[in-house]
């Protein structure tokens, strides 16, 4: 954290920032935490959350969807905010996970310099390894800030991506409900 804190004062001193004025002083160390703790978490594998698995005791083989899942990332190629929404939808066979893990998941793979591609591929993968089947779908719809605050500066558009694996690619009316435009 102490790396990234001097670095980040020395960017605001190459931007003709008066680092000893009291509104910037302590940026650098806010900064530093924020990116170690919060914004950029997911990169360290310590944070990865504990997911919680129960037995399928009721036979539930049917779809289960989790929909508008709220998460943050970061561009990998601008450091701006990436903001959107996932849902994500799976057929059980044995377990099921805990509602929230799947947030939590979600969360974590999205705390880091990400792009949405790799993103949506890596909630997938993990989602299928805890459960161990491949009948998974993404969908992730997500506001980027390179668009809309740099470049083009288009507010208006949005991106998004899906996977879809298993049972959850061959049935057009599962893909249907998680690309469906109401849940995001």
Same mark, same amino acid.
């Given at each position: ?23 910037? +002083? ?6 530093? =935490?924020? @990116? %170690?703790?919060?914004?950029? *978490?997911?990169?360290?594998? #310590? ?37 959107? +929404? ?6 059980? =066979?044995? @377990? %099921?996970?805990?509602?929230? *893990?799947?947030?939590?998941? #979600? ?45 083009? =500066? ?31």
């Amino acid at each position: 954290m102490k790396l990234i804190r001097k670095k980040f004062k020395d960017i605001i001193e190459i931007l003709g920032f008066d680092i000893t004025h009291d509104s910037i +002083k302590d940026t650098p160390d806010r900064v530093a =935490k924020m @990116y %170690v703790n919060e914004i950029f *978490k997911g990169i360290n594998p #310590v944070n990865k959350p504990k997911v919680t698995v129960f037995k399928n005791e009721y036979g539930y083989h049917t779809p289960l969807m989790e929909l508008n899942i709220p998460f943050t990332s970061f561009c990998e190629h601008h450091f701006v905010p990436i903001q959107g +929404k996932a849902n994500i939808g799976y057929i059980p =066979k044995d @377990y %099921v996970i805990g509602l929230s *893990k799947i947030h939590r998941l #979600v969360d974590f793979y999205a705390r880091r310099p990400q792009v949405q591609e790799r993103l949506t591929m890596q909630i997938l993968q993990e989602i299928s390894l805890i459960l161990d089947t491949e009948d998974v779908g993404v969908v992730l719809k997500a506001n980027h800030s390179c668009i809309s605050c740099r470049g083009v =500066k288009n507010m208006g558009s949005s991106t998004l991506t899906s996977v879809f694996r298993g049972k959850m690619d061959n049935d057009p009316n599962l893909k249907a409900i998680l690309l469906d435009k109401n849940y995001q």
